[in-house]
């Protein structure tokens, strides 16, 4: 089942949610939408199973319009990060509610629905748990029970929205592994919201990654953290230091900046900004450099330093024990070498317009 989005756009009241996305999901691939808090994944997600409606645009699953098919008529299977399996019924009868309610004529024969349940404990590697109710389960536990209720009813399309979010660490990542192994398994067409890096890249085919009701850009991995397509996907992708620089023949140019290894850009002269990572900076100790050592504490592997400039304060990382972490006690002067680097043309944005913060966008101020 492929799903097609065209140009769709979401407002409730005067907040504009969804600004026009453009999305296609591929049969049997695992998508990622991935972006802070706010940025309309789960209004995206709510429209695509039918419990919300765009003010526009388009959404096709197969070539067929979904816009005019009722939510109960789209076969969507959903886990939501607070699943509320029914307290008083056993997983077994949680996972069989979604056969169970189906009109009469379409319902499968007891022993069939029977059968299902009890493949999908198997499958789902809960099968010890069939008895339990829910209060006698984990939160990962109870998150497989939920994947097991969406998954009886053949699902065209499996919406996970944060699935996880409410787990520690530990258990996400196994049941991330699991969840990859399920998918590959059923090759069901899936799309899975999380504002979690990780978990996205390393259970997705792609992701999208989102900024306030915008797709900022579409790829894997590697792509998203070697070539981040906006000053939001860097941020976003950690790359926090921003200088201002100057461009002169594609190669940015600053006092106290060595940009050598920084390959040239097609881009025009004039002001930009370099987007760095505290570990992409190598620091050169220069006496006459324009970058000071203003503090320097270490966690025994990596070393983070914070220099400064006058006018702003940056903090780097580098191995403790590599050869350019000597002579860069407190008070050293630096220059600052960019061992790689996002660069985007035009002054420095300000912070307050990020959409990588949690904040509201805030209009300029100036
Ligand atoms: N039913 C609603 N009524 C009004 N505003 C809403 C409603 N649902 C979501 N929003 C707003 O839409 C924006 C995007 O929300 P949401 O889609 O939940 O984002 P995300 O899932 O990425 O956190 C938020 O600013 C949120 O407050
Ligand atoms: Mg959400």
Redesign the pocket.
């Known amino acids: 089942m492929s799903i097609t989005i065209e140009n769709m756009t979401k407002s409730?009241?005067s907040?504009a949610?969804l600004r026009g996305i453009d999305l296609t999901v591929e049969s049997g691939e695992l998508v990622a939408l991935l972006?802070?808090?706010?940025?309309?994944?789960?209004?995206?997600l709510k429209i695509v199973a039918g419990l919300e409606w765009p003010n526009s645009g388009g959404l096709n699953v197969n070539g067929q319009d979904w816009l005019g098919l009722a939510a109960q008529d789209r076969r969507i299977g959903f886990v939501f990060q607070h699943y509320a399996l029914f307290p008083h019924m056993t997983v077994r009868d949680n996972i069989a509610f979604g056969l169970t309610v189906r009109p009469r004529a379409e319902r499968p024969g007891k022993s069939v629905i029977a059968a299902k349940v009890e493949e999908l404990l198997h499958f789902l590697q809960i099968a010890h748990l069939g008895d339990r109710y829910p209060a006698q389960l984990s939160g990962g536990q109870r998150q497989r029970v939920a994947l097991g209720r969406a998954l009886a009813i053949q699902p065209t399309v499996l919406l996970l929205?944060e699935p996880f979010g409410a787990l520690d660490a530990a258990v996400r990542r196994d049941l991330r592994a699991w969840l990859r192994r399920v998918h590959e398994e059923t090759g069901s067409t899936t799309i899975f919201?999380t504002?979690d890096q990780e978990e996205a890249f390393e259970l997705a085919d792609r992701v999208v990654v989102?900024g306030e009701?915008r797709i900022e850009q579409i790829g894997n991995a590697d792509q998203i953290h070697d070539h981040p397509a906006s000053p939001f996907v860097a941020r976003f992708m950690g790359a926090t230091i921003e200088l201002p620089v100057v461009l002169s023949a594609g190669r940015a140019e600053a006092p106290g900046l060595d940009a050598g290894r920084l390959p040239r850009r097609a881009l025009p002269d004039g002001p930009a900004t370099l987007f760095l990572r505290p570990a992409d900076i190598t620091p050169v100790a220069d006496p006459s450099g324009r970058w000071q050592v203003s503090r320097c504490t270490s966690n025994g592997a990596i070393l983070r330093l914070e220099l400064t400039d006058g006018a702003q304060t940056i903090p780097v990382d580098l191995p403790r024990r590599a050869l350019e972490a000597k002579g860069l006690e407190r008070g050293a002067r630096v220059i600052l070498r960019p061992e790689t680097a996002a660069i985007f043309p035009g002054p420095r944005p300000s912070q307050a317009a990020s959409a990588a913060t949690e904040l509201p966008r805030k209009e300029k101020a100036q």
């Open positions: 409730f009241g907040t949610v972006g802070p808090s706010g940025s309309g994944k789960t209004t995206l929205d919201v504002h989102m009701g």
